[in-house]
């Protein structure tokens, strides 16, 4: 029989110049596939405990600097991270009435029309989407009971939120029925729309949407 190999924990310490950096998430991947995560305390720093040694992927987000990611060599030890300060956006949705839309998506489009980031707004209508290079970012607001809203905005300052308001205009709304071609209701089809939100839905047991 051989010996276990030896396990490590490792420490990882995050700052900003020079101030530490509380709840970064830090990750520890082999390929697509986290072996270890945590996160940091009040003073930066994070415990990895039970590694097998070898090379990994170290990864340390925050939403309010630039994601950092590098090859580690496994072992006993620490680690430390400076994290860049990042530029990101708070937006605001409102409906017609003026009143704020908690559960709206806010999505962020990068080159080609790809998906970048989303965030959810909270019951006050706010979210926030982090880690953004200074650039000029297309985003969309859209809950499904309203007409989406659109927007280009410039991202300039790293360390400081862009803000933005959404105000979403009332809904329009098509209805239907799915059949086959003997006019048998397809019951659980997929019938989607062609707009910038490619929004989807799923038909009932009579073949509704």
């Not at 991202?155 to 098509?174: I, K, M, P, Q, W």
């Given at each position: 029989l051989?010996a276990?190999?030896?396990?490590?924990?490792?420490?990882?310490?995050?700052?900003s110049?020079g101030?530490?950096?509380?709840?970064?998430?830090?990750?520890l991947?082999?390929?697509?596939d986290?072996?270890a995560?945590g996160?940091t305390?009040?003073?930066?720093?994070v415990?990895?405990?039970?590694l097998?040694?070898?090379r990994?992927?170290?990864?340390?987000?925050?939403?309010?600097h630039?994601?950092?990611?590098?090859?580690?060599?496994?072992?006993?030890?620490t680690?430390?991270?400076?994290?860049?300060?990042?530029?990101?956006?708070?937006?605001?949705?409102?409906?017609?009435?003026?009143?704020?839309?908690?559960?709206?998506?806010?999505?962020?489009?990068?080159?080609?029309?790809?998906e970048?980031?989303?965030?959810?707004?909270n019951?006050?209508?706010?979210?926030?989407?982090?880690?953004?290079?200074p650039?000029?970012?297309?985003?969309?607001?859209?809950?499904?009971?309203?007409?989406?809203?659109?927007?280009?905005?410039?991202?300039?300052?790293?360390?400081?939120?862009?803000e933005?308001?959404?105000r979403?205009?009332?809904?329009?709304?098509?209805a239907?029925?799915?059949?086959?071609?003997?006019?048998?209701?397809?019951a659980?089809?997929?019938?989607?729309s062609?707009?910038?939100?490619?929004g989807?839905?799923?038909?009932?047991?009579?073949?509704?949407?």
């Amino acid at each position: 029989l051989s010996a276990s190999p030896a396990r490590f924990a490792l420490q990882v310490v995050v700052a900003s110049g020079g101030v530490p950096v509380a709840e970064a998430k830090v990750g520890l991947a082999l390929g697509d596939d986290l072996v270890a995560t945590g996160v940091t305390g009040s003073d930066g720093r994070v415990v990895l405990a039970d590694l097998a040694p070898g090379r990994l992927r170290l990864i340390v987000a925050h939403p309010r600097h630039v994601r950092h990611e590098r090859g580690v060599d496994v072992s006993a030890g620490t680690l430390s991270v400076e994290l860049p300060p990042a530029a990101w956006l708070r937006a605001h949705v409102l409906d017609p009435g003026g009143r704020a839309v908690a559960g709206a998506n806010v999505q962020i489009l990068g080159p080609g029309g790809r998906e970048r980031a989303r965030c959810e707004t909270n019951l006050e209508g706010v979210c926030e989407i982090g880690e953004l290079e200074p650039a000029t970012w297309v985003v969309q607001a859209f809950t499904g009971r309203h007409r989406p809203a659109r927007a280009e905005l410039r991202v300039e300052d790293r360390g400081r939120a862009t803000e933005h308001t959404f105000r979403l205009s009332e809904n329009r709304t098509l209805a239907g029925r799915v059949v086959d071609d003997r006019g048998t209701p397809v019951a659980g089809a997929r019938v989607g729309s062609s707009d910038d939100t490619g929004g989807f839905t799923t038909a009932d047991d009579a073949g509704r949407f």
